[in-house]
């Protein structure tokens, strides 16, 4: 059984930094996408940052040159280094890969979601 689990999240004054941390564990064999995602409240789920199986990576316009995305495959864990926080980046933040292939599914990959941990800004 796949599991995600998150961790990083707290409180942190304007212009601070934190890092999240994201693992995958289970009977992993590959892991397709991995990404970040965030949910302020009253606003719809946006895309942060995404690091591909190729370790290309992509940053919602916000985030752009303030923020860090990697992946450590040997430990199927992905990042997000995030600095020069904002009190507009506090929101639930989410993890989320795509197309797990496990031992048990070793040709159908799945998608999986973690339960989310919060990050506050404040002013």
């Known amino acids: 059984q796949v599991q995600l689990v998150e961790s990083g999240g707290g409180l942190v004054q304007a212009g601070g930094s934190l890092r999240l941390s994201c693992a995958v564990s289970?009977?992993?064999?590959?892991?397709?996408?991995m990404s970040w995602y965030r949910q302020a409240p009253g606003k719809p789920r946006e895309l942060v940052a995404v690091?591909?199986?190729?370790?290309?990576?992509n940053y919602v316009d916000s985030v752009k040159g303030r923020f860090r995305i990697s992946r450590d495959n040997a430990k199927n864990t992905v990042y997000l280094q995030m600095n020069s926080l904002k009190p507009e980046d506090t929101a639930v933040y989410y993890c989320?890969?795509?197309?797990?292939?496990?031992?048990?599914?070793?040709?159908?990959?799945?998608?999986?979601w973690g339960e989310g941990t919060l990050v506050t800004v404040s002013p």
């Open positions: 989320y890969v795509d197309r797990v292939k496990t031992d048990q599914s070793p040709y159908y990959g799945m998608d999986y």
């Open positions: 289970g009977s992993i064999r590959s892991i397709g996408d």
């Open positions: 690091v591909t199986s190729g370790d290309s990576t």
